[in-house]
Structure formats: C-alpha cells, structure tokens
C-alpha cells in the first residue's frame, strides 16, 4: 500500500494516519503545544528544512486542524493556531508523551512534567471509559464493527 491511499482505507487509524502519520507532523503538533506559533521558531525547534515544514503545515492547514493568522503585513507573516480539529489531538500528544515517559525517559525522569491548573497538581493521562469512567485497558475491551465498516465483523472473531 502506497502512503497516499491511507486516506481511501477502511479504517480510522489508517486515514488519520494520512494527516498525521509522518515522523514530523506530531512534533510540530508537540510544538504547537507548547505554545509555538511563528514558522521560524517550528523550524528552529525541529531543525527541518523550511521545504518539509512548509508542506507539513500547508498539509495540516488543508486538513483543518491549524488555521494561519497573519501577524505582519509586510513582508507577510503567519502565526499557526490550533483549530477545534487539532485541539482534539491533544490526547493523541499526552499519550505518547506518557509512554515516552515510561520506556525512555532515562534515569532523571520525564524532560516536561504535566501540571494540571484546576486542582494545583503534576499528573500522569489516563484513559477513562467515555459512559462508566472506569480506566480502561486493551485487556478489557473488545472492538466491533461499527456502521461505517460492517464488513469487519467477518474478521472480528468472539473467541479473539
């Protein structure tokens, strides 16, 4: 499969992939996070050619999930804001962040601690069912197929 045709897939891994999949694209993401907006100060971040940067933000901005803003009129210049689209990543970003922080953070621990301002403390994300809010893991939980794909209940087995 060519990385063009992620986007045509059955599957909603496969065609958020296509937007975000590429090893630049989250940390850009990452830095739009933690409060970078100007094309110069991604690019220093990243140390990427402004070509990859170009194309990645031109990518995202076509998708929906950053919007330029211009910050000077001459020469013209963008800042780049998250949209609702690209906010609703943010779990996607802690969640790498926290398993980065478990297999390789190294011997002085986490580079970012994670502070929560409503109630004044560091903390670790955690996934939570959406209906019971009881933590969920892959151990108790159990995919299947849902009206956009009906066709995967042949490959869903009761007894996986």
Sequence with gaps: ???????????????????VGDRWTL?????????ARRFETIRDSLGLSRTILAERLSLLEAEGVLRRKPYQEKP??????????????????????RWGDRYYAGDQGPPVVQHH??????????LHCSECG?????FETRPRAG??????????????
């Design 76 to 97: 013209l210049r963008h800042e780049y804001h998250l949209t609702g689209k690209g906010i609703d990543l943010y779990p996607v970003i802690m969640f790498l962040l």
């Design 117 to 126: 301002l409503a109630c004044g403390h560091d903390f670790t994300p955690e």
């Design 1 to 19: 499969m060519k990385w063009h045709e992620l986007s045509e897939q059955h599957c909603s891994v496969a065609r958020s992939l296509a937007v």
């Design 147 to 160: 009206e956009g794909f009906p066709q995967l209940a042949a490959l869903l087995s009761p007894d996986d």
């Design 27 to 35: 940390l850009i993401l990452r830095d739009l996070f933690l409060g």
């Design 134 to 138: 009881e933590p969920v893991s892959p």
